[in-house]
């Protein structure tokens, strides 16, 4: 597994240029893209690979599982999509992923089949590319009231379209939304070890000690290990002896960004560092 900075989830806002020296002192292995990677996609990736990094996440042009993202704007959105992934290959990036919204304006069958619809289309542009793409539950139950209909919020959801829409796609497991999801199902960790070869990404984080699973927040997390009510060093120590090859970062939102954000460059990266440490 590929031990990543995404500076993007830590709310940092600084260049590759300041970012890639940071990481490779600080043992990572990959770099997301900043902010600024695709206005000189290969200048960027060149400070990267002089510094060993590899590219991360690929960022994605639009949120395309999104109930507002009609059939006319996601037609534009996959023309851009073809532009990123041929830069993704020609750059070596070889991970993306998309979320999955966990409810809908749709009834759950016409929104299952939307999905696989557009699914398709999405994660075979990206491995036409060599790029690896994977699909994200949501597990907090507060968006599963966002919208009318209730709609997939587990892996086993997640993966049953992917594999309706040609089981191209994989999987990007956030340990938040893993326990948010079924308070922590044993059955999921080890459908995902058999799965292991599906991981795309996999994010660390903790929940909210004294708060009951259902209750949890999704943008109030706590860095991983912090609180011990999610076990994120035995998952990803599971997943890596799978043999997954992913990448791992840590996301855990507030209040950690805005604690990252008042910290200069190096002091978030290493305390990203050390927390890294903790899980490994």
């Excluded at 991983?224 to 990803?236: K, L, N, Q």
């Excluded at 008042?262 to 002091?267: I, Q, R, T, V």
Aim: negative net charge.
């Amino acid at each position: 597994m590929i031990r990543t900075l995404d500076a993007s989830m830590l709310n940092l806002p600084y260049p590759a240029a300041e970012l890639a020296p940071l990481a490779a002192k600080y043992g990572f292995e990959a770099l997301c893209q900043p902010p600024d990677f695709l206005s000189d996609p290969d200048g960027i990736s060149a400070v990267m690979k002089g510094y060993g990094l590899s590219g991360g996440l690929l960022p994605m042009p639009a949120d395309f599982y999104h109930w507002d993202l009609d059939d006319s704007a996601f037609e534009k959105k996959l023309e851009e999509l073809r532009r990123r992934a041929e830069i993704a290959e020609r750059t070596g990036i070889r991970f993306a992923y998309n979320h999955v919204w966990p409810s809908s304006f749709r009834e759950f069958d016409e929104n299952f089949d939307w999905h696989v619809k557009r699914v398709g289309l999405v994660s075979g542009i990206l491995r036409d590319h060599g790029v690896r793409y994977g699909l994200e539950f949501l597990g907090p139950h507060e968006l599963r009231k966002w919208q009318k209909h209730e709609f997939v919020h587990s892996l086993a959801g997640v993966l049953s379209i992917a594999d309706a829409a040609g089981g191209i796609a994989g999987i990007a497991f956030d340990t938040f939304h893993w326990y948010t999801s079924s308070g922590g199902a044993e059955k999921d960790l080890k459908m995902m070890e058999l799965q292991a070869s599906r991981l795309v990404c996999v994010h660390l984080n903790d929940a909210v000690a004294g708060v009951p699973f259902e209750e949890q927040k999704d943008m109030e997390r706590r860095l991983p290990m912090e609180t011990g009510v999610i076990d994120s060093r035995g998952i990803f120590r599971r997943f890596r002896a799978a043999g997954a090859d992913a990448l791992y970062m840590i996301e855990p939102f507030e209040p950690a960004r805005t604690k990252f954000r008042a910290m200069s460059p190096e002091e978030a990266v290493r305390t990203a560092a050390e927390t890294m440490e903790k899980v490994e």
